[in-house]
Each structure stands twice: as structure tokens, then as C-alpha cells.
């Protein structure tokens, strides 16, 4: 909503908006542009003459939604708003999947900016390259983070059905959302109807073996499609590794070299900052994006050398006494594992990885995803699992049924007192959770600062 808002104002209408507990870096952001933001669901601050974008946090109930109907005010949703207001002349290229969206669509944004088509985007965090979340651009195409969230209150089909990409990457396909969704199967019916709306003459990118993607293309794809494979990913050997059209290989277990095979044989390597197996997939994807707007493979590595990442994913905050604190938005337990998975292949020395993870996301609230937390964490050298209020399922067991060393906690203070306590120069402080986590991030970079909680 924050991004729909930067596009709204830099096509011209005059923009405000109201949302509880915004945290950086999109309340930075918005403040950053000027445009006002009040807390809390006042009605009073619903103009008559206004159209109201209503986002899918929403719900019957609430005070703004409640006077809004009442009052016979104007309103869409905001995936309508996008749809009709900017994308309906552009090339869409939309990023989907339960991981990784952010990142790929970073990245094709950045691969298109390079290569000096100026994208428009929207992207559901900040790309380092670009210092926001979203602009209207001044050329033909348009990246967007394709979400399978539903739309809003009066609208319960996925927000990506709005967008009608002509290309379409497809990261992954799990469980997730289980605040909407009964099942993994409800999810790929949304993505069926995605792929319902990309045109024949365009191009579907997913990897060459998921078998929740599998099933979800069998539905019905009227679109070409060329499979992702990253090479190497395996510490026993490559021999299970699948082909794809697009292939990554690995040329160190970190994922910070590796090579490109495009389809057509030509290849070349990249040495680059990110780390980790996943995000070689992302760029993989990517890449393949770019070719089929007219970027040369090659075009588009030597760009990726200079992609800055993304805010909040493995992002380095600071490095106090030695320590390395990370922020990453961390909302599902693969999300969870890969992250520590790249961060272990990628540490030198007697360095730790401590993991500070706060379960927030809908989901993840639900005790969903309870079974495979423990499983997550396993490449982590100490878990400090912060118990939030209200989450009403009991973190005991995951500690429990997990290997590495671990507690919960229910208090800031606390984690952070015990973080001190433990942390030493080289070691990796990983703070994980998809929410602002009760501030913890400067407090505990001025904590190890100044030695004192």
C-alpha cells in the first residue's frame, strides 16, 4: 500500500493514508516523500470527494470501512487501482511464489535499469539500487511482486490475478497463508487463474521440478515455458541435481560464484556480495526475465555484480565490537533454513550464527508451521526464540524437537541481555521476523556498542 501510494503521487493525485504500527523502512519511506500517514482508523479523516484504496489488512469492523460504506464514499481495492491506473499500457513482469518475490523482482528491476529501459515497479520492500519501493518509470515495462494474498475484504480472489503479466516467474509453490487458504490446493488454484491470464505470446519461468508447480501447470498453461535449475546444491554431489532451460552451478558451496548455461549454450560466471543457493536461484530467474525482454544473458550478470540487494533480507546492519548484526524477513520455515544454510556455507573462522526469530506472520501465529521450525534452525549455533503476546502455541516444543542449542524468551530485554552474554568479535547475529520484532534491531546494535543492555 505504501508503494501504491509513490506511484498514486508521482502520477499526480494528492495522497494520504492511515495504518497502525508502521515500521521502518516504509514509514521512513512515505515520510521521506511527504506524504502524510495518520495511526489509527479515525473516519474522520475520509474526505467525501476522495477515491479509498482499501488494502487487504482491512476488514469489516474496522471504523474507516464501516463510514466508508456508510457514507457511499468511492473505493477499489488496491491490485484494481494498480491494474487500471498504471498497468494496463505496460509490459508486466511479475515475480510469484511462496519465496523470494521481493528479491526477483529487485532484481529484474535493476536488470532492466541497467541495461537503461527505466521500469516502472512495485516491490513489497526497498531494493538497495533504488532507495524505494516503487515508481511508475518512464518506458514500457512494468515489475511487480505478484502476491497470492486475496485482494481485499470485497474481493477475495488473489491480488496477482490483477496484474496480467505477459511474463511470469513462479519461485516456488508451498503452504502458506493459512489465514486464507485450508490447504497447499487452494493455493495453486489461485495460481491456475494467474496463469489463466498470461497471453500466448508470452513466457512462464518456474524450476524444472516442483511438484506442487507441476500440478498447478497441469491445470492448463497456454504459455511457453522454460524450466530454472541451479547445479551443485547438494553437499553429497550434484547427481540429483535437475536440468533446466536456464541452468546456475555453483562454483563454491557459499553460492558467491557460480556460472551461467543459457539456453541456447552460451555461459559465463559471476563473483558477487549475496549468498546462499537461494538467491543463485533468484538470479537465475532473473536473468531468464531479462532475456525475454530483450537483455543479453551476459548483459545482465555483469549488472547483477553491481545489484545492492534488498532491505531486510540478510541485510548487514552493523558490525559492533566484531559482531555482524543481520536483519532478514524471515515469514515461513524455508525461508527460515536458507537463509542460515547460505550463511553457514558462506562463514570463515571460529565465527557462530546466532538466530534471533520471532514467529509473526498469520501463519506462523497459527501454529502452522510449528512442526518444521525446529528443522529450520538446525545450522544455527544458538536460537533465541522470542514468545510474542498473544501468540497462544507454546515455543517449549520447538526447542525441544530441535538440535541446536536454543531458549525462548518472552521479553526484548532479555534476548538481548543473553545475546550479550554470548557473542564474541566474528560471530553472525541473524534477526529474523517479517514485523518491526518490539525495535530490537537498534537496541541491540547500541547494546553490543556500549557493552550494556
Known amino acids: 500500500m505504501g508503494g501504491l501510494a509513490l506511484l498514486a503521487r508521482e502520477r499526480g493525485y494528492e495522497v494520504a493514508g492511515c495504518d497502525a504500527n508502521v515500521y521502518p523502512p516504509m514509514s521512513t519511506q512515505l515520510a521521506e516523500q511527504g506524504i502524510s500517514l495518520d495511526e489509527g482508523y479515525d473516519p474522520a479523516q475520509l474526505p467525501a470527494d476522495a477515491t479509498i484504496v482499501v488494502g487487504n489488512a482491512l476488514s469489516r469492523g474496522n471504523p474507516c470501512v464501516e463510514a466508508m460504506l456508510n457514507r457511499g464514499l468511492s473505493y477499489c481495492s488496491g491490485p484494481q487501482w494498480l491494474a487500471e491506473h498504471i498497468l494496463a499500457s505496460q509490459w508486466v513482469i511479475a515475480a510469484s ?6 528479491t526477483v523482482s529487485s532484481m529484474i528491476a535493476w536488470l532492466l535499469e541497467d541495461a537503461g529501459y527505466h521500469p516502472g515497479f512495485l516491490i513489497g520492500g526497498v531494493p538497495g539500487n533504488f532507495g524505494l519501493s516503487a515508481r511508475c518509470g518512464g518506458g514500457e515495462y512494468f515489475v511487480v511482486e505478484a502476491d497470492e494474498y486475496d ?15 505477459r511474463t511470469l516467474v513462479i519461485n516456488n509453490l508451498e503452504f502458506d497463508h493459512a489465514d486464507i487458504y485450508p490447504d497447499l490446493a487452494a493455493i495453486q488454484r489461485q ?3 494467474l496463469l489463466r491470464c498470461v497471453p500466448g505470446n508470452g513466457r512462464v519461468l518456474s524450476p524444472a521440478a516442483s511438484d506442487a508447480i507441476e500440478d498447478t501447470l497441469a491445470m492448463g498453461c497456454w504459455t511457453p515455458r522454460q524450466t530454472l535449475a541451479v547445479e551443485g546444491a547438494h553437499e553429497t554431489g550434484s547427481s540429483s541435481d535437475p536440468e533446466g532451460d536456464w541452468c546456475a552451478k555453483l562454483l563454491n558451496p557459499s ?13 559465463g560466471a559471476l563473483q558477487w556480495a549475496l549468498q546462499g543457493r537461494h538467491n543463485v536461484a533468484n538470479a537465475l530467474a532473473a536473468i531468464a526475465a531479462a532475456e525475454h525482454v530483450g537483455i543479453a ?3 545482465a550478470l555483469r549488472a547483477l555484480g553491481q545489484f545492492s540487494g534488498v532491505r531486510r533480507r540478510l541485510e548487514l546492519l552493523g558490525e559492533p565490537r566484531g559482531v555482524r548484526v543481520y536483519d532478514d524477513f524471515a515469514h515461513h520455515p524455508t525461508a527460515i533454513s536458507t537463509t542460515l544454510e547460505g550463511m553457514a556455507a558462506n562463514r570463515s573462522g571460529t565465527g557462530r550464527i546466532f538466530a534471533l526469530i520471532e514467529p509473526r506472520s498469520n501463519t506462523m501465529r497459527m501454529g502452522q508451521h510449528q512442526a518444521a521450525l525446529a528443522g529450520s534452525v538446525a545450522r544455527a549455533d544458538r536460537v533465541y526464540w522470542y514468545q510474542p503476546p498473544g501468540l497462544d502455541w507454546s515455543l517449549d516444543e520447538v526447542v525441544a524437537a530441535g538440535e541446536a542449542p536454543a531458549a525462548v524468551y518472552d521479553s526484548i530485554d532479555t534476548i538481548i541481555a543473553a545475546v550479550l552474554a554470548e557473542a564474541r568479535e566474528g560471530d553472525d547475529v541473524v534477526i529474523m521476523s517479517n514485523g518491526s520484532f518490539a525495535g530490537i534491531h537498534q537496541r541491540l546494535l547500541d547494546a553490543l556498542d556500549g557493552g550494556v543492555a
Open 255 to 267: 553460492g558467491t560464484h557460480w556460472q551461467l548455461r543459457a539456453p541456447d549454450g552460451s555461459e
Open 97 to 102: 511464489g511462496t519465496h523470494g518475490k521481493t
Open 191 to 193: 495460481f491456475h487463474h
Open 297 to 299: 544473458p551476459e548483459t
Open 151 to 165: 485482494t481485499a475484504f470485497f474481493d477475495k480472489r488473489a491480488k496477482f490475478v490483477h496484474y496480467r503479466p
